[in-house]
């Protein structure tokens, strides 16, 4: 299970020996630029404890969604490479456009001590999500011994993932600091939470998150439930939604979930009121509604009453879990509950509590609003961290050597 301690990168010898290091610089990009480095930052730490131990680092990753069908200029690593090497302050070579080609075995071949290697998208291959075997043993052949730091793809069985590791048996197979970080922190908040534990459930849909509650359930003391995924719950208590986002094909298995909490030792929190407006815009006029919201109108954020009960578990709780928006954060003034969200977090950690932010939407909002530094950990993976909440398999981290 990924719970169980995987052998670590610095616990291996890496010394004139090259490592095979799958990094997740998915990154997001506007007009061939990157947005938002943070997933390049994360895997720094990996890479610089190879190169200052005297090792040389082949990295591997995938961008985007390419067709699978050859090199494509909107999805190449080149824009990463830059940034990697500038935050390094050492040259990162892209070698080709071409994972496997003559060029890349060539550079792999030739790199020295200190040398670092940053391979063409994996995903211009269609073998890379395929899972191909063969694919797996080219890529494996370039590295004495594998590092998987990619968190953020870790719930996933790509070639990268589970196929390289596999064709690696015998060769050290290991857990980067980014992926023992988030194993430790995630693993270590629902196997032996601090008490009170609160978990804070957010986001769109609550198909999403159907899993995540029903393991979590017994588990927490607290389930705090926002975001538009509450609508679906309280359709379910026969209150009325308005124009509010709710999954109609959800509504009797969302009666189910309550009930199900309700049996265990778990106390559910749902939004009491909301800021609600006619459509998700700026500067559209906005009114308070309770749990029944009029027709015509929209739950876009919690409102105060909600932000008061929830930001209270949050302050009291001694470990904290969040996954998921309160609100339409993007636009003000419906970031408002997320905001106070994050800042009674930020309170509880500042008392003592481990806080703990899933990835995806939840990160960036955090991000966004400037408080990523006053949590205990920000997840670099938003599907991957969810997976672990919900105790799913972890592909990609049960293929590593246990400690």
Known sequence: MSSVARTTIDAVEVSGRTVLVRVDFNVPMSEGEITDDSRIRAALPTIQSILDRGGACVLMSHLGRPSGSGFEPAFTLAPAANRLAELLGRPVNLPSRDCLDESSVAAVDSIEAGGVILLENLRFHKAEKKGDAEFAARLASYGDLYCQDAFGAAHRADASMVAVPEAMEGRPRTAGRLLEAELRYLSGAIDSPARPFVAVLGGAKISDKLATIRHLAGRVDTLVVGGAMAFTLLRAMGHGTGKSLVEESMVKEASGIIDAVAATSTT???????????????????????RDIEDGQMGLDIGPGSVEVFTEAIRAARTVVWNGPMGLFEIPPFDRGTLAVAKAMIDATTAGATSVVGGGDTAAAVNDLGLATGFTHVSTGGGASLRMLEGGPMPGVEALDRA
């Open 268 to 290: 559910l929190l749902l939004p009491v009121d909301f800021v609600c407006a006619g459509s998700p815009a700026a500067g559209v006029k906005t009114t308070v509604s309770g």
